[in-house]
C-alpha cells in the first residue's frame, strides 16, 4: 500500500515545494513594499473612523508581524497563479488527454473568481461591516483599533470570500470528470446553507450585517453551480420509470 502511495506523496511534496517557493519569493518582495499595501488594507477602516482617530499597536513588535502578516497574504494572493497551476499539475496524471488541456481554463478561472470574492469583501463587506462595527455606541466611546487586530480580520475576510467564490469553478470542473451531478448538489443544498452560516460566522466579524453579505452571495454561488453541473453533468433520468 505505502509503495503504491510513494510516488504520489513525492509528486505531492514536489507540488507543495514548488508552491512554497513562489509565495516565499513573493512574500519577500511584498515585504519590501508592505507599507503602501498596509496603506490599501487599511483604507475601508480609516474612512469609518472618526477624523483624527488612529490605529494602534500595543506591543512593541506588533507592527513588525503586522508587516509579515501584510506580506504573507500579499505573496499568497499574488501566487495564485501558480498554486493553482501545481494543483492542476498534480492531479493532471490521473486525468484523460482531453481533460488535461482544461489546465489554463482551471488556472484562469480560479484565479479570476478568487479575486472576484476578494473585490466584493473589499469594496462591499469590509465597509459595511466595519461602519457597523464602529458606529455601534459610538456616543459613548471612542474606537481606537488595534492595527494587528484588524488586519487579522482582515485578511480572514478577503481569503474566506476569494475561496467561497471557486465554488462554480470546482463544481464546473467536477461535474467534467463525471464526479457531480445536479441531483447530488440539490439533495445536498439544505446540508449546504446550514454550512454556509456556520462559515459565514466563522470568517466575518460578530455582526449579523456581514454574516448575511457572506452567506448571501454563498447561497447564489451553490444555486449557480447547480446550474453549472446541470449543463455540463447532469443526473441520468431512470428510463425504466414509466
Known amino acids: 500500500m505505502f509503495s503504491e502511495l510513494k510516488p504520489h506523496l513525492a509528486e505531492l511534496r514536489k507540488r507543495l515545494g ?22 490599501w488594507m487599511m483604507k475601508p477602516l480609516k474612512d469609518v473612523l472618526s477624523e483624527g482617530t488612529q490605529m494602534i499597536a500595543t506591543g512593541v513588535s506588533e507592527a513588525f508581524f503586522t508587516a509579515i502578516k501584510v ?24 486525468l484523460y488527454e482531453n481533460e488535461k488541456k482544461m489546465v489554463i481554463p482551471f488556472v484562469s478561472s480560479a484565479t479570476i473568481m478568487f479575486l472576484l470574492g476578494a473585490s466584493f469583501a473589499y469594496y462591499v463587506v469590509v465597509p459595511f ?8 455606541g459610538n456616543t459613548i ?15 480572514k475576510i478577503m481569503v474566506g470570500f476569494g475561496i467561497s467564490f471557486e465554488l462554480p469553478v470546482i463544481t464546473f470542473f467536477f461535474a467534467a470528470l463525471g464526479l457531480l451531478t445536479d441531483e447530488t448538489l440539490k439533495n445536498f ?42 449543463i455540463v453533468n447532469p443526473a441520468k433520468k431512470d428510463n425504466d420509470e414509466e
Open 18 to 39: 514548488y508552491s512554497v517557493l513562489c509565495i516565499f519569493i513573493f512574500f519577500a518582495i511584498s515585504f519590501i513594499f508592505y507599507e503602501p499595501i498596509l496603506e
Open 71 to 94: 506580506a504573507f497574504f500579499s505573496g499568497i494572493v499574488i501566487s495564485l497563479p501558480i498554486i493553482f497551476w501545481q494543483f492542476w499539475l498534480f492531479v493532471a496524471p490521473g
Open 129 to 136: 461591516g466595519f461602519e457597523f462595527l464602529v458606529n455601534f
Open 141 to 155: 466611546v471612542t474606537v481606537t483599533p488595534r492595527i494587528g487586530e484588524y488586519i487579522g480580520f482582515f485578511t
Open 189 to 230: 443544498f439544505k446540508y449546504a446553507v446550514i454550512i454556509i452560516f456556520i462559515l459565514a460566522s466563522l470568517l466575518t466579524p460578530p455582526d449579523v450585517l456581514t454574516q448575511l453579505l457572506m452567506a448571501g452571495p454563498m447561497i447564489i454561488l451553490y444555486g449557480i453551480s447547480i446550474i453549472i453541473t446541470g
